[in-house]
């Protein structure tokens, strides 16, 4: 009989054992740190650093504006100057030439007999006058004696030559300038061409000789 009852005791503790649940684990553990990150504050965080970014991309727009804006500025007055100031240079090598013209003409006064004078300075002004010219790259166009270009000649008339061959200039109105490469002036030129009866003319003889 005391085996029995015994046995029955350790029946009921085993039962007992399994009726009763399992403690949960306490608050504050490892996993329950890692599910306790709230998703609106990981929004709200995410949202700060992309409005300071906004900001800073918002600001740094502004300033390269306001540099575009400056340099527009500064490049619209340096064209102004660069139109009104654009002869300052030349102007100032011609007052040169101004000068030596006016000491010209006040040596060639009346009852001062310096009429050579006149001439002479005349002459030296014209050579100052082409060292300017060619200092900014102007060169006369050499037409005389040359084949008729039409890209740099300006045919005034023609005329019969006997000693040129047709469509040659024979004579030079008014000099032609290039500046640089490109053409500034064309030459006014008379041109030679054959004689209507289809031989060269006859040359002038001087009854005055």
């Known amino acids: 009989m005391a085996q029995k009852k015994r046995i029955v005791i350790d029946d009921e503790n085993d039962k007992a054992q399994q009726d009763t649940p399992s403690m949960p ?28 970014e906004a900001k800073e991309n918002r600001d740094r ?45 006040a040596s060639a006064a009346p009852g001062n007999g310096n ?35 039409p890209a740099f000649h300006q045919a005034m008339c023609q005329e019969e030559s006997a ?4 469509n040659t200039v024979i004579q030079e109105f008014q000099k032609g300038y290039l500046i640089h490469d490109r053409l500034l002036r064309p030459a006014m030129v008379v041109v030679s061409k054959v004689s209507q009866n289809g031989q060269p003319p006859e040359p002038t003889v001087d009854t005055n000789a």
Do not use: C, W
């Not at 000693?163 to 047709?166: R, S």
């Open 25 to 52: 684990s306490e608050p504050g553990g490892p996993t329950d740190e890692v599910d306790a990150v709230d998703p609106l504050t990981a929004l709200e965080e995410k949202l700060t650093v992309a409005q300071a």
């Open 115 to 149: 009429e050579q004078s006149l001439v002479d300075g005349v002459a030296l002004t014209l050579a100052e006058i082409n060292k300017i010219l060619e200092k900014h790259y102007v060169s006369p166009i050499q037409a005389m004696g040359e084949p008729f270009d």
């Open 61 to 105: 727009m502004l300033r390269m504006a306001a540099e575009l804006d400056n340099y527009k500025k500064r490049a619209a007055r340096d064209l102004d100057d660069l139109k009104k100031y654009a002869t300052e240079n030349l102007i100032r090598q011609l007052l040169n030439v101004v000068d030596n013209l006016e000491r010209a003409i």
């Open 163 to 166: 000693d040129q061959p047709p």
